[in-house]
């Protein structure tokens, strides 16, 4: 129970690494806010944490949108009173696409879904947290470029958006640290998902040791866990790559 009287706000928690943070959150006793941009698996999500004695809010919400960021954290603040934990998991892949093939829509989507919202959500989130923990999920790519030019930058960025706000908060109560997985299998990188990945990622591939097993998206959640308990209430600012070693 290494939450139990905490609230904590996942992002993109209808599949892959947030809906297993989700359950294992719940496990530990938090009580969830849950937001996706799809109601019906949120619910089936919800149902699935109350008959195992959890307590869990859904938001079916665009976080692309500011005004849908401060909704979430107004309704979450309505609901339970306050906000604990913050764990900033909603994303998009990128196909892969390196800069020459990378149009402009293409890159505004990519930096609005995977960078531009967590500013929106963790802004609208620090003017209601008195303390607690804010977990920002980046990505292997992020730390060594080895994805899309729009990903790449993306995850990068939110590197450098944590350690900001880490220094902003310390001593105040509010800890800022980064989760960075590695190759896990979810909906973002299913076979078909792949297919349509630009022959970059095979150039990109060459620079890890892909002959390495995968990581599960259980233990994503666990390394976020870690972050947002207690557990490591001396650590801020800090990024922790996930990936079994492929990159090392």
């Known amino acids: 129970m290494r939450l139990q009287n905490k609230v904590a706000?996942?992002?993109?928690?209808?599949?892959?690494?947030?809906?297993?943070?989700?359950?294992?959150?719940?496990?530990?006793?938090?009580?969830?806010v849950i937001v996706a941009r799809r109601r019906e698996r949120l619910e089936r999500l919800a149902e699935k944490i109350r008959r195992q004695g959890g307590e869990v809010k859904v938001i079916a919400a665009d976080?692309?949108?500011?005004?849908?960021?401060r909704r979430v954290?107004?309704?979450?603040?309505?609901?339970?009173?306050?906000?604990?934990?913050?764990?900033?998991?909603?994303?998009?892949?990128?196909?892969?696409?390196p800069i020459t093939k990378c149009s402009t829509a293409w890159w505004d989507e990519v930096i609005l879904t995977d960078q531009t919202s967590v500013f929106y959500l963790t802004?609208?989130?620090?003017?209601?947290?008195?303390?607690?923990?804010?977990?920002?999920?980046?990505?292997?790519?992020?730390?060594?470029?080895?994805?899309?030019i729009s990903y790449s930058a993306a995850?990068?960025?939110?590197l450098g958006m944590t350690k900001?706000?880490?220094?902003?908060?310390?001593?105040?109560?509010i800890r800022c640290?980064?989760?960075?997985?590695?190759?896990?299998?979810?909906?973002?990188?299913?076979?078909?998902k792949l297919a349509t990945f630009d022959d970059f990622a095979k150039q990109c591939a060459k620079?890890?040791?892909?002959?390495?097993?995968?990581?599960?998206?259980?233990e994503q959640a666990q390394a976020i866990l870690f972050f947002a308990s207690d557990e490591s209430s001396g650590v801020t600012g800090q990024v922790l790559v996930v990936d079994n070693g492929i990159t090392l």
């Open 164 to 173: 900001n706000v880490a220094i902003q908060y310390a001593g105040k109560g």
């Open 123 to 148: 802004k609208a989130a620090l003017e209601k947290m008195n303390k607690g923990s804010i977990v920002n999920v980046s990505s292997i790519g992020g730390v060594f470029g080895s994805a899309g």
């Open 63 to 69: 976080i692309t949108s500011e005004s849908e960021c």
């Open 207 to 218: 620079h890890m040791n892909m002959s390495l097993p995968e990581t599960r998206a259980e």
């Open 73 to 97: 954290i107004r309704e979450s603040i309505e609901a339970f009173g306050n906000i604990d934990i913050l764990v900033n998991n909603a994303g998009i892949a990128d196909k892969h696409l």
């Open 9 to 32: 706000i996942i992002t993109g928690a209808s599949s892959g690494i947030g809906e297993k943070t989700a359950e294992l959150f719940a496990a530990e006793g938090a009580t969830l």
């Open 155 to 158: 995850k990068s960025a939110l």
């Open 177 to 192: 640290n980064a989760v960075c997985p590695g190759p896990t299998p979810t909906e973002l990188n299913t076979p078909d």
